[in-house]
């Protein structure tokens, strides 16, 4: 098992009642293509947030949390510096918000090398020109020194999975990474997802509101509502045999153009 989430409970100082996320389980299998759904306030980022520790402004967090053998919720800061970006990568919803405007390409996707890997300057260099080619950019030459604005949000999020793959992590977080982008790239962008995963083996845990989306990727899926994990299974199963009203709920909500194209 990869990871192991056991009893996750999240509470806030400022929230009445306390308590975003009730108690969540699951597991992830090393290179497993796991999707979290459910609309929006569900718990989905929390949750994907608390696995890296990466939530500050929270009273407590509860629960068990095992990634490769690391207990995640023990573990030093110093620890969790160097799980991060080296065996958990990250993708975000906004990726040209999350790209550094002020910083070239080659820089950013190098970033996670220079914090990890004792390698020289050359051997980042050819690195990061493979990962350009890798996500499919064009002209890795010329890309590398480009900045953010000069790139499509969709190019921008093939920067963000170059940096976050760049270390080759076990596990990539993915949290809503194709809400910002148009229906054509946000197509393109799960099959790069895939591509990476096939190719590398790398665990893909993918967050999104849309099941349809979670369902062209991944095998396995767990509903979340309300903090609470209300259904779990095979992707296929979920999506045609639904169990949970939510679920079918979440389902009849998906318009029917995208339901053909799935
Ligand atoms: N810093 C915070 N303080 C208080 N409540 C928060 C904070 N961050 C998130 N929440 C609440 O926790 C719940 C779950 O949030 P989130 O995990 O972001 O949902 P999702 O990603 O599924 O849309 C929401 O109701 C949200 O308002
Ligand atoms: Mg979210």
Redesign the pocket.
């Known amino acids: 098992m990869m990871l192991e989430v056991k009893n996750l409970v999240?509470r806030?100082?400022?929230?009445i009642g306390g308590e975003?996320?009730h108690g969540v389980s699951f597991n992830m299998d090393s290179g497993e293509r796991l999707g979290?759904v459910?609309?929006?306030?569900?718990?989905?980022?929390?949750?994907?947030?608390a696995i890296t520790r990466l939530?500050?402004?929270?009273t407590e967090i509860k629960g068990e949390i095992t990634f490769q053998k690391t207990d995640m919720l023990a573990a030093s800061d110093k620890e969790m510096r160097k799980i991060r970006g080296r065996d958990i990568g990250f993708i975000f919803q906004d990726p040209v918000a999350s790209l550094n405007p002020l910083m070239r390409i080659g820089q950013q996707i190098e970033e996670p090398l220079l914090l990890h890997m004792d390698i020289s300057k050359e051997e980042r260099r050819e690195r990061v020109l493979q990962a350009i080619r890798d996500v499919d950019l064009p002209d890795p030459e010329i890309t590398i020194n480009k900045f953010p604005h000069q790139l499509s949000g969709g190019q921008c999020q093939r920067v963000m999975i170059a940096s976050a793959l760049i270390c080759h992590p076990a596990l990539l977080i993915a949290?809503?990474p194709t809400t910002a982008l148009d229906v054509t790239v946000q197509t393109q962008i799960l099959k790069l997802l895939k591509q990476k995963n096939k190719d590398e083996n790398v665990g893909i845990l993918y967050?999104s509101?849309d099941l349809s989306l979670v369902r062209r990727l991944c095998t396995r899926v767990i509903v979340?509502y309300?903090?609470d994990i209300v259904e779990t299974g095979p992707v296929e199963q979920v999506f045609t045999h639904p169990c949970e009203e939510y679920t079918k709920r979440l389902i009849a909500a998906i318009p029917t153009r995208s339901k053909r194209y799935v």
């Open positions: 999240i806030f100082h400022d929230r975003a996320v979290i459910g609309e929006s306030g569900a718990g989905k980022t929390l949750t994907a947030l939530l500050t402004d929270v949290d809503e967050i509101h979340m309300n903090g």
